[in-house]
């Protein structure tokens, strides 16, 4: 990439303004360590992303004259120099970011709230927000324009009308309207994913829970449910979306609880009585994978599918980010086996951040967790959370290989590994193009 084409630094003033530097090329951060973007890295904002700042922290640059890496405190503007913050991406489902925003985050003052952060730029030829990031799924459900909020509240008010006394309604009634959960919308819409929330306990103890955090760290993004919901009631609101909604998928443990699999017996049951109910749509379901025999059970139930969690494809680092309460990592390695020994499809929802996700003993771990387990899919979904907290506690010390020779490097490993995003319909489990299906245009 030549580097007066390279994009541009973009800096916030103390009113959240944007602006793109006239001189200062655009880095990225793999890791503790700043970066240029590759060629192969960047492309145009997605469409239904969003800009935001990151506070009280000065952005690094490219200095092509001085031919280094700087931390830019202010800018001029007229005969003053005003204070500037850094600027970050949270990019639209579908897509992986390659590189953090580059910033000195040394000076943060603040723990960042529990969103992606994405290295973000100005492409002052083609005058566009530009992004280090890759395409992985092209399910278009998910797209924010999809979700018009002016016709969901009464779809909200005639659900609840029908069913006034379902609490799992009235949770995902809150998840749709209070957080903006697209998942629970569509329960609504009565289309695509809908959420089956079942369980108010977890055992691990994530350091980005989105559900329950300690008072002393950011906040989490929405509430847990706060009850266990009968058989009776997820059949209640989840048979109508197998049997009426287009492209139908239920999953418990998507969203606003612990980990379903603390709830089997109540899961087992329900699905069971779902699978009698109805031959169409698939029954999917998102955990830690901490028990394998919990996890047979539900797969004898009728389950079509499985999505376990992971940060890290080795036990140390997987350890020190889901803080495990009376299993192993091993366990859930295990649970894979078991999953996909039973047929079903079986996923890794793989929580990647540049630096850790691309280390070198990382891929090789990956790869051998795909030869021994026969995952399907890895599920490439970008970490939320405070991305110099997470390096911290990580202790990473080093950059990787890069995001993209990560992606490559797997693919060339195990052409049939899926890359994706989101759950899948048994009807598109396996797609005739799988082994072209990275990179996406």
């Given at each position: 990439?030549?580097?007066n084409s390279a994009p541009k630094l973009l800096y916030a003033d103390a009113?959240?303004?944007?602006?793109?530097?006239?001189?200062?090329?655009?880095?990225?951060?793999?890791?503790?360590?700043?970066?240029?973007?590759e060629d192969a890295e960047i492309i145009p904002l997605p469409e239904g992303?969003?800009?935001?700042?990151?506070?009280?922290?000065?952005?690094?640059?490219?200095?092509?004259?001085?031919?280094?890496?700087?931390?830019?405190?202010?800018?001029?503007?007229?005969?003053?120099?005003?204070?500037?913050?850094?600027?970050?991406?949270?990019?639209?489902?579908?897509?992986?970011?390659?590189?953090?925003?580059?910033?000195?985050?040394?000076?943060?003052?603040?723990?960042?709230?529990?969103?992606?952060?994405?290295?973000?730029?100005?492409?002052?030829?083609?005058?566009?927000?530009?992004?280090?990031?890759?395409?992985?799924?092209?399910?278009?459900?998910?797209?924010?324009?999809?979700?018009?909020?002016?016709?969901?509240?009464?779809?909200?008010?005639?659900?609840?009308?029908?069913?006034?006394?379902?609490?799992?309604?009235?949770?995902?009634?809150?998840?749709?309207?209070?957080?903006?959960?697209?998942?629970?919308?569509?329960?609504?819409?009565?289309?695509?994913?809908?959420?089956?929330?079942?369980?108010?306990?977890?055992?691990?103890?994530?350091?980005?829970?989105?559900?329950?955090?300690?008072?002393?760290?950011?906040?989490?993004?929405?509430?847990?449910?706060?009850?266990?919901?009968?058989?009776?009631?997820?059949?209640?609101?989840?048979?109508?979306?197998?049997?009426?909604?287009?492209?139908?998928?239920?999953?418990?443990?998507?969203?606003?609880?612990?980990?379903?699999?603390?709830?089997?017996?109540?899961?087992?049951?329900?699905?069971?009585?779902?699978?009698?109910?109805?031959?169409?749509?698939?029954?999917?379901?998102?955990?830690?994978?901490?028990?394998?025999?919990?996890?047979?059970?539900?797969?004898?139930?009728?389950?079509?599918?499985?999505?376990?969690?992971?940060?890290?494809?080795?036990?140390?680092?997987?350890?020190?980010?889901?803080?495990?309460?009376?299993?192993?990592?091993?366990?859930?390695?295990?649970?894979?086996?078991?999953?996909?020994?039973?047929?079903?499809?079986?996923?890794?929802?793989?929580?990647?951040?540049?630096?850790?996700?691309?280390?070198?003993?990382?891929?090789?771990?990956?790869?051998?967790?795909?030869?021994?387990?026969?995952?399907?899919?890895?599920?490439?979904?970008?970490?939320?959370?405070?991305?110099?907290?997470?390096?911290?506690?990580?202790?990473?010390?080093?950059?990787?290989?890069?995001?993209?020779?990560?992606?490559?490097?797997?693919?060339?490993?195990?052409?049939?590994?899926?890359?994706?995003?989101?759950?899948?319909?048994?009807?598109?489990?396996?797609?005739?193009?799988?082994?072209?299906?990275?990179?996406?245009?």
């Open positions: 990439m030549k580097r009113q959240g303004n944007i602006y793109d530097h006239p001189e200062l090329v655009m880095a990225g951060m793999n890791g503790p360590e700043a970066v240029l973007p992303s969003r800009i935001f700042t990151i506070p009280a922290t000065p952005p690094m640059a490219w200095d092509t004259e001085r031919n280094r890496f700087v931390t830019v405190d202010s800018v001029r503007r007229g005969k003053r120099r005003i204070p500037i913050q850094a600027v970050s991406a949270f990019m639209a489902p579908g897509y992986v970011r390659t590189l953090l925003p580059a910033c000195d985050f040394s000076r943060k003052k603040v723990h960042l709230p529990l969103w992606s952060y994405t290295a973000v730029g100005w492409d002052e030829e083609r005058e566009r927000f530009v992004v280090a990031a890759s395409r992985v799924d092209t399910n278009d459900n998910w797209n924010p324009c999809n979700f018009d909020d002016r016709k969901l509240d009464p779809l909200v008010r005639k659900r609840l009308r029908e069913m006034p006394d379902n609490r799992l309604l009235e949770q995902l009634a809150r998840c749709a309207v209070d957080y903006h959960c697209f998942a629970a919308k569509n329960l609504f819409f009565r289309r695509w994913e809908a959420p089956l929330p079942v369980s108010p306990a977890c055992n691990s103890r994530c350091l980005g829970c989105i559900s329950l955090q300690p008072s002393d760290c950011c906040p989490s993004n929405q509430e847990r449910i706060s009850f266990v919901p009968t058989p009776e009631e997820i059949v209640e609101i989840a048979l109508p979306h197998l049997l009426e909604a287009p492209d139908p998928i239920v999953s418990y443990g998507q969203g606003c609880e612990g980990d379903p699999i603390l709830q089997a017996d109540v899961v087992a049951e329900a699905t069971r009585r779902l699978k009698q109910g109805s031959s169409r749509g698939t029954v999917n379901f998102n955990s830690n994978g901490s028990m394998p025999d919990r996890v047979r059970m539900l797969c004898d139930a009728g389950m079509d599918s499985m999505r376990f969690s992971m940060n890290s494809a080795r036990e140390e680092y997987y350890n020190r980010y889901y803080r495990p309460v009376g299993y192993t990592f091993d366990n859930v390695v295990e649970s894979l086996r078991v999953a996909k020994e039973k047929g079903l499809f079986t996923m890794i929802n793989y929580l990647v951040s540049p630096g850790l996700s691309d280390d070198e003993e990382e891929v090789a771990a990956l790869l051998k967790l795909i030869a021994d387990t026969g995952v399907d899919m890895i599920q490439m979904r970008n970490l939320s959370i405070d991305p110099h907290f997470y390096n911290r506690r990580m202790g990473l010390h080093k950059k990787g290989i890069g995001m993209h020779r990560m992606l490559q490097r797997v693919k060339r490993e195990f052409p049939r590994i899926q890359f994706g995003y989101f759950n899948r319909t048994r009807e598109n489990f396996y797609p005739p193009d799988l082994e072209k299906g990275w990179p996406i245009p």
